[in-house]
Every structure is written in C-alpha cells, then in structure tokens.
C-alpha cells in the first residue's frame, strides 16, 4: 500500500478543513438572493457535482470504474451525510449565527469517534479522547459559547445542530470502507452524484434559475462548489485514506477557528482573549492527535 509522510497527510487534511471554514463568505449572498437552505444544499451539490465529472472525464476517465455493490456507499454518503448535513448546517446559520453553527457542527468529531469503535474497531485511546475534549472545548472558546455559557440557544436550533454534526460524522463513517478501493477523487464524484440527484429530485432549484441572471449568484455558486466543496471534500478524503476516522475528523476541526478568521479579516469582527485560548486548544488537539513532539533547537 503507498504512503504518505506523516506532516503531508496532516497537512493535506487540515486544507481541506480551511477550505470549509470559508463557506460562510459564499453562502451569505446566496441568502441575500432569496434562496432558501435547501435550495443552496441543491447549488452546493449540483455545480459541485458538473465540476467533479468534468475534472474526471477530461483528465481521470479510468478512475469513473467502480464496483455496483460499492455504490452503496456513495449513494448513503451523498444523502443521508451531504445533502441533510448541509441543510441542518444551513439552517442553523440562517437562524442565528455562522459561529454557533460551526460549533454544534463539530459534535461531530465525538460522533465520529464514537461511531469508528463500532464499526471500524478503532481504539479510543487516552491521547484521542483528549484532543477531541480539546478540540471541542476550544471550538466553543472560538465561537463565544464559553467562558460564559449565557448564550441562548432555542431547543430547534440545538437540535438542527447536533443533527448537522452527526450527519457530518456519516460522511466518515460510510467513505471509509471505500478508501482503499478507490481515489478520493473518484468518492467525492459519485457522492455528489447522489446528493445532486437527490437535491434535483426534492427541492425547487429549478424554478429559481431566473436568479441566476445576477453575477453574485455564479460567483458565489461557482466558489461554493470550487473552493468549499471540491478542494475541500478531495483533499479532507485523500487524508482519510491514511488516517484513522476519528483522526481525521479531529484534525478537521481547524474548520471554526478559519471561519471566526475570515470574520475578523474581511467581516469586521474582533478577536476576544477568550476565543485566541480557543484557537491555541484546537491547534493544540490537531498537533497531539498527529503524535508531533517538539525538540529543543540548538
């Protein structure tokens, strides 16, 4: 089997959580446009989708091969994780805020975890369960869901949140049977395929295509699908392919600290004491789930 170093696959897999982590930047002028969460799930999922098989076809055609019984896998991934990930995700930021999306999105790491012991056997060891407390405690930091804790959070919004994050765990748990077997590339083509056809099927996108006169909607449609979702889902799987699930997904929790960057760079936000602690915490899970060790320079 081929590998990787070890700095280049967790380097790989974080990228593809920066690349998340600008999604609100491309969202927010699709919301100003009238479209609905579902409706951006179904922009998200079939320009991706164009892209995906274009890049196939044009320079990986021999990689469109797969095996029918693996299309099961494909086919549970694109629905039940991509396409109700995104809408429970969307929703939330729709209803109340970016930050606390993402932060009841990255219960997800714990679903995560929790779901590999028992499908993958994947040990819970001491230094996995704390970086997922890290991880999870410095993603609240980030977001301002602690020191504090006033935050009010309506019993629907909590429950579209953790629902985001288990379904965002389901990617995970049902890829990773077909990583050996295939690239990273081909998984998220045929994903996708799935979510686009279900999103064709199931929302009302084609009666908005009037909307698509304005230059914002492409601009933002194409970057969604581009940077947020193919750079994004191909290099956060290519990581997968030689990481543990549970790894991976805790190393991807960079995702909340570029989300509250990209707010204090271009949205005009500011940075708190608090949420710099946070930050500190979740780098520090992605460095002690990655086994790095420091030594003193000479």
């Known amino acids: 089997m081929e590998t990787l170093p070890g700095h280049r696959v967790y380097l790989i897999t974080i990228s593809g959580a920066v690349c998340w982590g600008l999604i609100g930047l491309f969202i927010s002028p699709l919301y100003a446009r009238g479209f609905t969460s579902w409706d951006v799930v179904a922009i998200r999922g079939i320009f991706s989708f164009v892209f995906l098989l274009l890049i196939m076809a044009l320079f990986y055609r021999d990689q469109l091969r797969t095996r029918l019984k693996d299309h099961i896998f494909f086919a549970s991934a694109g629905v039940f994780s991509l396409a109700f990930f995104n ?19 990255y219960t997800g790491p714990l679903f995560v975890t ?33 020191p504090f804790g006033s935050q009010s959070i309506p019993g629907k919004t909590l429950l579209m949140g953790i629902l985001s994050g288990f379904c965002y765990a389901l990617y995970t748990i049902f890829t990773k049977p077909v990583t050996k077997r295939y690239s990273a590339l081909t998984i998220t083509t045929y994903t996708f395929l799935y979510t ?15 909307k698509f006169q304005h230059a914002d909607v492409w601009r933002s449609a194409l970057l969604l699908a581009l940077v947020s979702t193919v750079a994004a889902y191909v290099l956060y799987t ?24 990209i707010g204090v760079l271009f949205l ?21 789930v990655a086994g790095v060790r420091f030594t003193r320079k000479v």
Not at 117 to 132: D, H, N, Q, S, Y
Not at 278 to 286: C, P, R
Request: no cysteine; proline share 2%; net charge neutral.
């Open 87 to 105: 809408y429970f995700y969307f929703e939330v930021f729709s209803h109340s805020s970016l930050s606390l999306a993402v932060t009841l999105l």
């Open 114 to 146: 929790l779901l590999s012991r028992v499908f993958f056997k994947e040990p819970l060891t001491i230094r996995k369960g704390w970086a997922l407390a890290f991880a999870i405690t410095g993603s609240a930091f980030v977001v301002g869901l602690l």
């Open 196 to 210: 686009s056809i279900f999103m064709l099927l199931t929302s009302d996108i084609l009666a908005k295509v009037d």
């Open 238 to 261: 290519s990581g997968l392919r030689y990481l543990e699930a549970g790894k991976a997904s805790i190393l991807a929790t960079i995702e909340p600290i570029v989300a509250v960057l």
């Open 268 to 288: 005009g936000d500011h940075l708190l004491g608090w949420q710099v602690f946070g930050i500190a915490l979740v780098l520090y899970s992605a460095i002690l």
